[in-house]
C-alpha cells in the first residue's frame, strides 16, 4: 500500500506540476505503473469519428519484460465492438477488473490472453461529465487480485485526470477567447467601456468616442460623461438599470438606447455588460460593449419587405419546397404543394412528407448523414393519381429552433419544361450538393476532358478547380493504372458504372490513392454526354492493407526459419553425441582390465564425460521439444486413465533410483476418477516438475508429489524443500532459458519449466509456483477432467 500511495502522490504532483498535458498523462501512468507493481498501465482516449465512438492507444508505461503496444495500429481506430462488455459500465464511471481466466465473455476473454493478461484493471476517465476514456493497468505475470481500497483509490487518479483535462479545455477557451474578443472588437469597431465601482474610474477604450465622432481626447473618462450623453427619455431608466444590476436585482444589463454624437443627432446603440467580483463576492468592476446599431434599425423596415418578397418568391417557384424534421415530420410547405399535388397545406402539416411518395425507402434518409439525397420519385396527389417528381433533400440548420432539419425540394418533371431551363436548374441543385459532400466531384466530356470539379479538390489533391477544368484527367493518372482506367472508361460509356481504385499525381507531385465511382450523364433523347465521378482518398486504408500484409508475412518467414533451425541444430548434436556415448561404452570394457588404482582416476573422468552427455542430450531434448510447440508440429492423443496409476508408474519408471538414494513421497485420495489427457505431454510435465524438485534439493528431505480430486478440476503439487527461488525472479521462472541467480552450480537447460507451461496451457491447465529461498517451493497444476477438442485446436 505505501508504493500505491507513493505512486499516487507522484501522478497527482505531475497532473498539478506538468504545463503539458501530454507530458502530465505520461509521467501519471509512469509513475503509477513503477509504483503499484503492474506489467503494463496505458490511456485508451475516446474520439468521435463520423458518428461513432472510437478508441485510441495513446499512452503507455511497460516495464521491462513486457512487450510494449504503443504505436500498433491495430489498438487504435476501433469501437468497443473490439473489447466487448466494457462500454456501458466505463460509460457508467464504474471501473472493471478481475482475473482473465474468471471472465465469462468469451471474446473479451481471448482477446487479453492473446496479449498474455492474467489480471486486469480498467477505470474511466470523465472530463466535464465526458467520458473522455480510460486508463487500464495488465498484470502479465500474476493473477492479481484487486482489492476495494486499491481499486477506488486508482478510480480517484482517473477522476483527478478528469479534473486536469476540465482544467486544461477551460484555459485553452478561455486564452481564445480572451484573443478572438481583441480581434473581434477590432475588427468590427465596437466600442468598450470599464468601470471599477470601487475606485469609480472609467475608462472607455476601442471605437467608443470615435463611433459618437468625438477623438479620444476630448471627453473625459468619467461616468458623467456617460450619463450627459444618455438620451432625456433613457436616463432614468438606463441609471436605474445599472443600480439593478449592481445590486443583484436583475440577471443580465443589456438592451438598446440612444447616445447623443457630437453632431447632436442620436445614435441607437446596443450595450451589454459583465460584473467582475472580487474575493469577498461584491461587485468590483463592469466591463460592457456598445455595439452601433443605426444600420439595423434602417434595415429593419427593408428586411420586413425583403421578408414578403422572399414569401412570394418562395410561393410563386414552380418546385414544392418544403421543411422537416429529422423524422419527415412537415413543418413548412409553399403554395405550391396544394398547386401540384392538390393536398390541404393545413392538414399536411405535422404528418410524414414520406406519406406522400409512391417509391422512397425512408431508410435512405439515413444517408443524409453523409451526403445530399437526389432522386426520381412518384408522388401521390388528392385524388390518388401519380406524378412523376425530382426530390432533393439535404440536411441543414434550424437558427429558431437550434436543430438539424431536412430541407427539400419536389419539381413536377411531368410538365413540359424547356430543356434549357432544366438544365440550369438540375446544375445549380447539383453543385449544391457537390459542394456540401467531402467527396471529390467531377464531369467529364465522353472522351475524359474534365468540364466540373467541386470546391473540396484543392483540399484532396492541390489544384484549385480552376487548374483542373479543361484538362485530359489521364496526365494525373499514374502510368501503371491507366491500363485499367481504360478499360474501365469504356465499360462506363457502355453503361456499366463501376467503381475503379488508382493513384492520383497531386500538385506538389506525391500520389494519392483515389477510390472512383461513375455514371454515365444522359441529355433528354438519352444520347451519352458525358460522365460523372465521385472519388474519395483512400490512401491511409491502402497503406494499412500493405503494411499489415508485409508484417505477416515476415513473421510466417521468422517462425519456420526460427523452427526449422531448431529442428537442425538439435538433429546435428545428436549425432557427435551418440559417437561420443559409445565410444564411452567402449572405454568402459577397456578400462576393466586397468588396475584398481589407474581405474578409479579414470573412473572420474569417465563420469564426467557421461553426466555432461547426460546433459547435452536433455537439452537437446528440450530443445526439439520447444521447437516443436512453438511450429504447431505437436498432435494431441487424448485417452482416459486413471492419474493416481500413471503417476505411480511415471515414478517407478523415471525416480526408483536416485543417486542420493532419496524417494519421491506421493501422496493421494482413494477416489480415482478418470481424467481424459495426453499421456505423453502429462509425462513431460511431471518429468520435467520431479526432477527440479530432486535436482534443487539434493541433502534435503523427500520431495512430494500429491494429487487432489476437486469438483470441476484435478490439481497436483510437486513440493521439495530445496533451495527455492529469490522473490523477485519467481515471475521470470517460466521465461526461456530463465535460470536463478541461486542456481550456478546445479547444472540445467533452462527451457523445463517453460516446456511444462506449454504443454500445460495447451491441455487447458494452469501451472503457478510458490517459493521461500531455502525452504520450500510449490509448483502447482490444474487441469481440467474432460478436455473439450475444439479448445485444443
Same mark, same amino acid.
Given at each position: 500500500?505505501?508504493?500505491?500511495?507513493? !505512486?499516487?502522490?507522484?501522478?497527482?504532483?505531475?497532473?498539478?506540476?506538468?504545463?503539458?498535458?501530454?507530458?502530465?498523462?505520461?509521467?501519471?501512468?509512469?509513475?503509477?505503473?513503477?509504483?503499484?507493481?503492474?506489467?503494463?498501465?496505458?490511456?485508451? =482516449?475516446?474520439?468521435?469519428?463520423?458518428?461513432?465512438?472510437?478508441? $485510441?492507444?495513446?499512452?503507455? %508505461?511497460?516495464?521491462?519484460?513486457?512487450?510494449?503496444?504503443?504505436?500498433?495500429?491495430?489498438?487504435?481506430?476501433?469501437?468497443?465492438?473490439?473489447?466487448?462488455?466494457?462500454?456501458?459500465?466505463?460509460? =457508467? $464511471?464504474?471501473?472493471?477488473?478481475?482475473?482473465?481466466?474468471?471472465?465469462?465473455?468469451?471474446?473479451?476473454?481471448?482477446?487479453? &490472453?492473446?496479449?498474455?493478461?492474467?489480471?486486469?484493471?480498467?477505470?474511466?476517465?470523465?472530463?466535464?461529465?465526458?467520458f473522455w476514456g480510460w486508463i487500464g493497468f495488465d498484470d502479465c505475470e500474476n493473477e492479481r487480485i484487486w482489492t476495494e481500497d486499491v481499486v477506488s483509490t486508482l478510480h480517484t487518479v482517473a477522476h483527478n485526470i478528469g479534473l486536469r483535462l476540465s482544467q486544461d479545455t477551460v484555459t485553452s477557451k478561455l486564452e481564445n477567447t480572451l484573443f478572438e474578443l481583441d480581434f473581434y472588437m477590432k475588427s468590427s469597431k465596437q466600442a468598450k467601456w470599464e468601470w471599477n465601482i470601487k475606485t469609480n474610474q472609467v475608462i472607455f477604450s476601442y471605437n467608443w468616442f470615435?463611433?459618437?465622432?468625438?477623438?479620444?481626447? /476630448?471627453?473625459?473618462?468619467?461616468?458623467?460623461? %456617460?450619463?450627459?450623453?444618455? #438620451?432625456?427619455?433613457?436616463?432614468?431608466?438606463?441609471?436605474?438599470?445599472?443600480?439593478?444590476?449592481?445590486? $443583484?436585482?436583475? /440577471?443580465?444589463?443589456?438592451?438598446?438606447?440612444?447616445?447623443?454624437?457630437?453632431?447632436?443627432?442620436?445614435? %441607437?446603440v446596443k450595450y451589454s455588460a459583465l460584473k467582475i467580483l472580487d474575493n469577498d463576492g461584491n461587485v468590483e468592476k463592469i466591463i460592457g460593449t456598445h455595439i452601433d446599431i443605426n444600420d439595423i434599425k434602417e434595415k429593419e423596415l427593408e428586411l420586413a419587405n425583403q421578408r414578403n418578397e422572399y414569401d412570394h418568391l418562395i410561393n410563386n417557384l414552380a418546385e414544392i419546397i418544403f421543411k422537416t424534421d429529422l423524422k419527415g415530420n412537415l413543418f413548412f410547405l409553399n403554395d405550391q404543394w396544394e398547386k401540384i399535388t392538390e393536398h390541404s397545406i393545413e392538414t399536411c402539416l405535422g404528418t410524414s412528407i414520406f406519406n406522400y411518395f409512391e417509391n422512397f425507402n425512408i431508410d435512405e434518409v439515413k444517408e443524409l448523414l453523409l451526403h445530399p439525397i437526389s432522386k426520381e420519385v412518384q408522388l401521390i396527389k388528392k385524388n390518388k393519381e401519380h406524378i412523376w417528381g425530382l426530390i432533393q433533400l439535404n440536411i441543414d440548420f434550424d437558427i429558431s429552433s437550434q436543430k438539424k432539419i431536412i430541407i427539400g425540394s419536389i419539381t413536377d418533371i411531368n410538365d413540359t419544361i424547356n430543356f434549357k431551363n432544366k438544365l440550369e436548374i438540375s446544375e445549380q441543385k447539383y453543385k449544391f450538393?457537390? /459542394?456540401?459532400?467531402?467527396?471529390?466531384?467531377?464531369? #467529364?466530356?465522353?472522351?475524359?476532358?474534365?468540364?466540373?470539379?467541386?470546391?473540396?479538390?484543392? @483540399?484532396?489533391? !492541390?489544384?484549385?478547380?480552376? &487548374?483542373?477544368?479543361? =484538362?485530359?484527367?489521364?496526365?494525373?493518372?499514374?502510368?501503371?493504372?491507366?491500363?485499367?482506367?481504360?478499360?474501365? #472508361?469504356?465499360?462506363?460509356?457502355?453503361?456499366?458504372? /463501376?467503381?475503379?481504385?488508382?493513384?492520383?499525381?497531386?500538385?506538389?507531385?506525391?500520389?494519392? %490513392?483515389?477510390?472512383?465511382?461513375?455514371?454515365?450523364?444522359?441529355?433528354? @433523347?438519352? $444520347?451519352?454526354?458525358?460522365?460523372?465521378?465521385?472519388?474519395?482518398?483512400?490512401? @491511409?486504408?491502402?497503406?494499412?492493407?500493405?503494411?499489415?500484409? @508485409?508484417?505477416?508475412?515476415?513473421?510466417?518467414?521468422?517462425n519456420e526459419l526460427k523452427s526449422g533451425f531448431v529442428s537442425m541444430v538439435s538433429h546435428q548434436f545428436r549425432t557427435p553425441l551418440s559417437v561420443i556415448y559409445s565410444n564411452l561404452e567402449l572405454l568402459n570394457f577397456r578400462i576393466a582390465k586397468i588396475e584398481d588404482e589407474k581405474r578409479s582416476e579414470i573412473d572420474l573422468i569417465k563420469n564426467r564425460i557421461h553426466n555432461e552427455v547426460n546433459r547435452m542430450t536433455e537439452l537437446m531434448n528440450n530443445i526439439l521439444i520447444y521447437g516443436a510447440f512453438e511450429s504447431n508440429n505437436l498432435k494431441i492423443d487424448l485417452k482416459e486413465f486413471h492419474l493416481n496409476t500413471f503417476v505411480e508408474n511415471l515414478i517407478d519408471t523415471y525416480f526408483f533410483n536416485e543417486i542420493d538414494g532419496r524417494k519421491i513421497i506421493f501422496e493421494s485420495e482413494d477416489y480415482q476418477p478418470l481424467i481424459e489427457?495426453?499421456?505423453?505431454?502429462?509425462? #513431460?510435465?511431471?518429468?520435467?516438475?520431479?526432477?527440479?524438485?530432486?535436482?534443487?534439493?539434493?541433502?534435503?528431505?523427500?520431495?512430494?508429489?500429491?494429487?487432489?480430486?476437486?469438483?470441476?478440476?484435478?490439481?497436483?503439487?510437486?513440493?521439495?524443500?530445496?533451495? !527455492?527461488?529469490? &522473490?523477485?525472479?519467481?515471475?521470470?521462472?517460466?521465461?526461456?532459458?530463465?535460470?536463478?541467480?541461486?542456481?550456478?552450480?546445479?547444472?540445467?537447460?533452462?527451457?523445463?519449466?517453460?516446456?511444462?507451461?506449454?504443454?500445460?496451457?495447451?491441455?487447458?491447465?494452469?501451472?503457478?509456483?510458490?517459493?521461500?529461498?531455502?525452504?520450500?517451493?510449490?509448483?502447482?497444476?490444474?487441469f481440467p477432467y474432460k478436455q473439450n477438442l475444439r479448445s485444443l485446436n
Open positions: 500500500m505505501k508504493l500505491l500511495l507513493k !505512486g499516487i502522490s507522484e501522478a497527482n504532483n505531475f497532473l498539478l506540476k506538468e504545463k503539458n498535458i501530454h507530458d502530465a498523462l505520461q509521467n501519471c501512468i509512469t509513475a503509477l505503473g513503477q509504483n503499484i507493481n503492474v506489467d503494463r498501465c496505458y490511456i485508451f =482516449q475516446n474520439e468521435i469519428v463520423e458518428g461513432e465512438l472510437i478508441l $485510441n492507444y495513446e499512452y503507455e %508505461w511497460c516495464n521491462k519484460n513486457t512487450e510494449p503496444f504503443i504505436g500498433n495500429p491495430e489498438l487504435s481506430g476501433h469501437n468497443y465492438d473490439t473489447l466487448p462488455g466494457l462500454y456501458i459500465p466505463l460509460s =457508467q $464511471n464504474l471501473p472493471v477488473y478481475g482475473l482473465v481466466k474468471d471472465s465469462s465473455n468469451r471474446l473479451f476473454k481471448e482477446v487479453m &490472453e492473446m496479449q498474455n493478461i492474467k489480471a486486469y484493471l480498467f477505470t474511466p476517465i470523465f472530463s466535464d461529465g465526458f470615435g463611433m459618437l465622432g468625438y477623438e479620444d481626447d /476630448e471627453l473625459e473618462h468619467s461616468v458623467a460623461t %456617460w450619463e450627459s450623453l444618455l #438620451h432625456p427619455e433613457d436616463k432614468l431608466r438606463i441609471k436605474q438599470k445599472v443600480n439593478d444590476y449592481i445590486n $443583484n436585482k436583475i /440577471e443580465q444589463y443589456e438592451g438598446i438606447t440612444r447616445i447623443r454624437s457630437k453632431s447632436g443627432n442620436y445614435v %441607437w450538393i457537390a /459542394e456540401n459532400t467531402s467527396d471529390l466531384i467531377m464531369q #467529364h466530356l465522353i472522351d475524359g476532358t474534365i468540364t466540373y470539379v467541386s470546391q473540396n479538390s484543392e @483540399k484532396i489533391t !492541390g489544384y484549385k478547380p480552376e &487548374e483542373l477544368i479543361d =484538362q485530359n484527367p489521364y496526365n494525373y493518372y499514374h502510368p501503371e493504372d491507366i491500363e485499367i482506367i481504360s478499360k474501365q #472508361h469504356q465499360n462506363i460509356l457502355n453503361n456499366k458504372n /463501376e467503381i475503379v481504385t488508382f493513384r492520383f499525381k497531386k500538385k506538389n507531385g506525391k500520389y494519392i %490513392w483515389l477510390e472512383t465511382y461513375s455514371k454515365t450523364l444522359f441529355d433528354e @433523347k438519352n $444520347n451519352i454526354i458525358g460522365l460523372q465521378t465521385s472519388s474519395r482518398d483512400i490512401t @491511409k486504408r491502402v497503406k494499412d492493407k500493405e503494411n499489415v500484409e @508485409k508484417a505477416l508475412e515476415r513473421e510466417k518467414e521468422l489427457s495426453d499421456e505423453s505431454l502429462l509425462t #513431460h510435465i511431471l518429468n520435467n516438475l520431479i526432477s527440479n524438485s530432486f535436482k534443487y534439493s539434493i541433502g534435503s528431505s523427500n520431495p512430494i508429489i500429491r494429487i487432489s480430486y476437486l469438483e470441476k478440476r484435478f490439481k497436483i503439487e510437486v513440493i521439495d524443500f530445496g533451495i !527455492g527461488i529469490p &522473490e523477485n525472479e519467481i515471475k521470470h521462472m517460466f521465461q526461456s532459458f530463465f535460470r536463478g541467480s541461486n542456481t550456478s552450480t546445479i547444472k540445467g537447460s533452462g527451457l523445463g519449466l517453460i516446456i511444462a507451461k506449454q504443454f500445460t496451457e495447451l491441455l487447458n491447465g494452469t501451472i503457478s509456483m510458490i517459493s521461500k529461498e531455502n525452504e520450500i517451493t510449490i509448483v502447482t497444476l490444474e
